[in-house]
């Protein structure tokens, strides 16, 4: 009786195991992938505004403090959104008659508060805390990139927890010293995890990898 | 010997034929159990195969769910349809989040950081001081005022209850006028009509409850002197026979405060002291003082209680004599003419009573002026009077028991306020009605008709929280604004006023009573800020009201202006005016009494409060009707089987729950339930005692029968839910065993020696904090205020009652009830039991996602995001404090509730496993603000939820490598002991042993 396969048969076979694996794995790396793509992390996506706001403009070339406006960011977990007023103490005196401002003058008029779409948004049972970050020494461009340069404020890391525990198991990698909080062109020195380690004592920073730290 | 299994078919073949409870082996059982017995249920003790197939089945009345025929190949498909659609889930984007700045950012509000006001709950009996947590304006968080009187920092948990109440979605929203919505201006309108005609108020009749708002009150004075012909009328679903018994003693209705912390014996006449007087707070603070672990253990004191139904305190009792409630006041005679007080004879007194009273006599004797004698509030006001005079005979006045003014010396007197009112309604001469936050439709005596006798009265305007029955029957509803929406005052039960301010504007429509009441005056629009503000003014008169105003808010009470103390003097005819009432009939007795969670009914509406176990049954959601297991066997009947109750011709069927503890032939019945309009959680919950109730006779009376008229209600009971195996959990002695050896509990000490706490697992040194909890069962009442504090400070969810049947209720932390001892009038003793953070935590290591694990400061921690629901941790935990979400358990649907949660806990989803986490998001606030101002968190500066809330401090938490702390100090007292420590669980909770100090002469044959 002949042979019911060719004898290449075993070839394909032999390919088709291989395949599978390869087929497999390139599955499960296209899903890891996709993950941590920018589709999925919406890092370098600005969202539409309310306003068409300009960090840019604002924090770069005209130098206001963040603190200025992100007023809680060193007491409270929410580093704080401007209430209209703010806007409005340098508003009502220029570029009141800017139809780009028009909903801020409304909201200001009629008290209905302004809508931001939040950017960086954590998922419900994470639990993160601006102050104490601020406090030991992690600047805001470390999490939040070059704000200053941003007409439209984008995400520049993935917030997934893989970077959260990327600084929390190394501060030293990323901490500065106090005063260098705000500074937006902050680079690390080239004896970053010297200097970082001292700091490290200095500030009293744990390495703070439980759960508890931010599910609660 | 038969294996359970075997015993379970045999009883399933003979269960038609014979009972399910034998009460006789129940007995035997209990009569050759060696040393201390400790038991949960009576099933428990009599081991019947129903209560053995329970526990054996893991989950229960999982059975029926496998029953349906469904093919393999059903099953097969719909599993693999799961699983897809299970994936799916994973892969969609977070929606879009907005944030939502002010316009203008209040001042001091920061946001993401709480901010703290000081207000205060006005309730029976005087208002409790609080500070109310509110996150960007929404109330979350109610805790106790440390600075006022009545709370002393903690609370009830009718208190913690009441965020749920404030955002109750079934409140009513809006001004009604004949059922259909209007509007406040209309109201006004209406109220000017009236005001003009009214003339000199004649027909125009008010209905509140006692009030204890001295601007309510100035307004009534002043309603009454412009309309002199108006008449008003306060009444307490509940009770209020103090005043009446302190008239009957001293010529006038006087205010008493009893000071606990002095008494050496303390008498318990029927009153609930510890649970729900006015004053309960610091009279449980002042109890427990001198029997908490880390006091004197020399100078412990001694309570009795004479009671018909159990209640907390009875339960606390070092001897608790359960009789008909009627008999108390033959044994408060026989006490009285022992110690030479005239208060007639007490003729017919049964021996054993006698004999209790002789004893009890002796002791107070040998404690003069360092004694109370209490009467409680459902007796008579003839007992209430004794108890005075045997206070005074005693020398307890002004040494335990301080006298003073009324609140409101003014308050119309009426003995039957409701009867009254009803004649006049039934005569036709109430044209105008105002109804000031009461349901008498629901909670007055039946024989009244108040309903038939209300639609008698033309105009009749209803004030109230939700539309319940007395808004159906009314033209006018006006919809009352939470404690929490208003502006207001309140003198505490001592007399301490204070201010209620708002944590927030009125979610709906909801006014005040001062703004009802200033309908009707020449000013009918004003606020209840301007009409509380202006009396207080007037009353201060000073220059710097402005400053003494802002420092009242601050404080939440105002300072010296606590009653009076008045010297008082039984009067001259009260040996007369004390007459002898007759002696107890025979028979079946009825008792009333307010349901220990949702109250007179109020707060039947709060499911929180519907799923707190009762402190003593243990039930939820329902109200039964409590028998003695003696008196249970002698009618026939068996928990759950529906009996016929009929009352002086009237008629209420109900489920029957036999309670170890309850007097023999005395059925207690518990109001609050079988409401008919109300909301959703109340209605068709339980059955209607009030329908039973006379005016004559409120509390209690004789003639009650019996009938069982088959079928069952299920009852949701959470105390076998679980069974202790002849376990030691519970440690307790007498306090003369533990003088004579103060070593006895060392065997049940945490072991530390190498070989007997052999591990696998290598040893972690916690070198920085290492947080540990101490309770103390001394100092525990069971009063559950921890309970609610934990469910609102953690969103812990409502599962309602079929859920709780198959004990899946949430509770993360709940109180354990052991009787221990004789059947009919056992030991009662309360263990809270919550996640005990054991350091070898069996439920870590079984967890196949690692979504349970420990951290370096000894908490065992729970991740929600990671828990995939194999529930193997729960099976593998010996406590069995971890919970489960079987269903979606969390209201993520109704609007009203989204403000209530705490926005620092995760709000948990369907398959998650949750438990006790020691308020780790406390702990974190803590240890943030102390990283910040780079020190280390202080002792006492981080309390959790059940800690803060605790009345008596049974419950301590803090750093275990503080030397210093007192929960340090409490971990090394010798009374402490860890529960299942043989187990090698290394908890971090140790509770202290329970110390009774019984008087020898009365020790039980035992």
Redesign the interface.
Known sequence: MAQVFHRSANTLARLTLVLIVLLLGLAIGGIMGLDRSDY?TDVSFA?AQPIQFSHQHHAGALGIQCVYCHS?VE????A??????TCMSCHSQIWIDSPMLEPVRA??RT????????VH?L???V?F?H??HV??GIGCSTCHGRVDQMPQVFKVATLQMEWCLNCHRQPEMYIRPRDRIYDMAWQPPPNQLEVGRKLMQE??VLRLV????C?? | MNSPLVQIAESVRGAASRPKLDLEAVRAKLAEARGKRFWRSLEEIAETPEFLAWLDDEFPSRAQDFRNAASRRDVLRLMGGALALAGLTGCTKQPPEYIVPYVRQPEDVIPGKPLYFATAMPFRGGAVGLVVESHEGRPTKIEGNPQHPASLGRTLAWQQAATLDLYDPDRSQAVLFRGRISSWGKFLGAAAELRERAGSGEGIYFLSEPLHSPTLIAQRQALVNRLPAIRWFEYDAVGQEAAAGARLAFGEPVNTVYLFERADVILSLDADFLGSMAGSIPYARGFISRRRAEADRSRINRLYVVEPAPTITGDKADHRLAVKASEVEGIARALASQLGVPAGGAPGLRPELEHFARVVAKDLQAHRSACVVVAGEQQPATVHAIAHAINQALGNGGATVLYSERADAAAPVDPQPLRTLAAEMNAGRVRTLFLLGVNPVYNAPADLQFARALEKVPLRIHHGSHQDETAALCQWHVPEAHFLESWSDAVAWDGTACIIQPLIAPIYEGKTAHEMLASLTDNPDQSAYRIVKSYWQARHGGPDFEQAWQQWLHDGVIANTSFRPKTVSVRADFAARAQASPAPAQGLEIVFRPDPCVWDGRFANNAWLQETPKPHTKLTWDNAVCLSPATAQRLGVENEDMVELRYRGRVVHAPVWTTPGQANDSASVFLGYGRRRGGRVCEGAGYDAYALRTSDQPHFGHGLEIRKIGGRRRLACTQDHSSIEGREIVLAATNAEFLANRRLFEHKHEKTSEEETLTIYPEWPYTGYKWGMAIDLNACIGCNSCVVACVAENNIAVVGKTQVLRGREMHWLRIDRYFEGDLDNPRTYFQPMLCQQCERAPCEPVCPVAATLHNDEGLSQMVYNRCVGTRYCSNNCPYKVRRFNFLLYSDWETASLEPLRNPDVTVRSRGVMEKCSFCIQRIQEAKIEAEKQERVVHDGEIQTACQQACPTEAIMFGDLNDRSSRVYRLHQNELNYSVLTELGTRPRIKYMAELRNPNPELERRS
Do not use: A, M
């Open positions: 999925v969202k809680t007491t409270s977990s929410f704080g959104i401007p209430p209209t007023h909201s200001y008290g209905e508060p302004l809508q931001w779409v939040r948004d998922p419900e049972f639990f805390n102050s104490i406090n030991k500030y009293k439980n759960c508890y730290t599910h609660r």
